[in-house]
């Protein structure tokens, strides 16, 4: 089982651009949730998704949205970047409702 | 809305010192409660975790944390430290839906020699 994987790892964008990570949950998980972590903070909840649909939403901005495919797997998609939108992205998977949830090791957004 | 409170976000202990991580939650609802640990550069990966039941809970590597529902903390002991520990914890509340989690700032924990 190769658990939650994230791609790409890191990525250099510019103000105003757009950008797509993505995720592929671990086996058997039918649950993403995506998290903004920047530097020497904790992981901030952008949204959750399940059955292909968005959840539950954090205080992220429409900028920020997401889409779940029949697999499981997931995007995050950020339009018009700010600098401030530079951080760890953090995918987690997990089945539904109050359980573990298996992180992935993060793509690396860097806005200049 | 849910909110967590980590106290002290450095925390430095001496190699087999006992290790106390402090957190502090606040829910409308009752709580699930987690710790999750960050090594340099990696993800997030679970300690433990209170739902119901018993509220001392044992993870994994000694750790333990206990719920006190009177003194709204879910703080995280471990008898005594070792180098490996040294990382960056964090303390998250969860909906009893599991539909968002909120994490707190985290702690680092240093270990010396």
């Known amino acids: 089982d190769a658990g939650v994987t994230q791609s790409p790892t890191h990525l250099i964008k510019t103000r105003g651009q757009q950008v797509t990570l993505r995720c592929s949950p671990k086996?058997?998980?039918?649950?993403v949730s995506w998290y903004q972590q920047a530097l020497g903070q904790g992981p901030q909840f952008i949204f959750q998704?399940?059955?292909?649909?968005?959840?539950q939403r954090g205080n992220f901005p429409d900028r920020f949205s997401g889409h779940q495919f029949p697999n499981y797997s997931s995007e995050l998609n950020v339009n018009a970047l700010l600098l401030g939108d530079s951080a760890l992205y953090l995918c987690?998977?997990?089945?539904?409702?109050?359980?573990?949830?298996?992180f992935g090791p993060g793509t690396r957004l860097t806005v200049l | 809305a849910q909110s967590v409170t980590q106290l002290g976000s450095h925390v430095s202990v001496s190699e087999g010192a006992l290790v106390l991580l402090r957190c502090n939650y606040s829910?409308?609802?009752?709580?699930?409660l987690f710790w999750y640990v960050q090594y340099p550069n990696q993800g997030l990966q679970l300690l433990l975790k209170?739902?119901?039941?018993?509220?001392l809970v044992k993870g994994i590597n000694g750790f333990e944390a206990e719920f006190k529902k009177s003194e709204t903390s879910f703080h995280l002991t471990k008898p005594s430290a070792h180098m490996s520990d040294a990382a960056e914890y964090f303390c998250?509340?969860?909906?009893?839906?599991?539909?968002?989690?909120?994490f707190g700032a985290g702690t680092r924990l240093f270990v010396k020699a």
């Open positions: 998704y399940y059955e292909e649909e968005e959840r």
């Open positions: 209170y739902t119901t039941g018993a509220t």
């Open positions: 998250a509340v969860s909906d009893t839906g599991g539909f968002k989690t909120i």
């Open positions: 829910s409308s609802v009752p709580p699930y």
């Open positions: 987690a998977s997990s089945l539904r409702g109050p359980n573990e949830q298996f």
């Open positions: 086996s058997g998980h039918d649950t």
